[in-house]
């Protein structure tokens, strides 16, 4: 039963990577809009871009990670 559960938390197919990946999006930029409004000016504007930064490296890793793991299936097989 806990492993069945377990797997409701792994990222298997680039669909559920890009789903997670605008998730993240939507929470960087509605937190952005925030520091916009409590910084303004260049302050908040580059806390905007380290959200949105954040976001992008996530969203390479959580591929590149998908694509490591497909070639390590492959090459088990």
Partial sequence: MVRKLG?????KTRWEAM???YALALGAVER????L??????GGKLLFLACMGSVFM?????FDCLG????????DE
Avoid: C, D, N, V
């Avoid at 952005?32 to 520091?35: A, D, L």
């Avoid at 490591?68 to 090459?75: D, Y």
């Fill in 7 to 11: 797997r409701l938390f792994i990222i």
């Fill in 58 to 62: 996530a969203g390479a890793k959580i």
């Fill in 37 to 42: 409004t409590q910084y303004p000016g260049w």
């Fill in 68 to 75: 490591h793991e497909k070639r390590a299936e492959t090459a």
């Fill in 19 to 21: 789903m997670i990946i």
């Fill in 32 to 35: 952005g809009s925030h520091y």
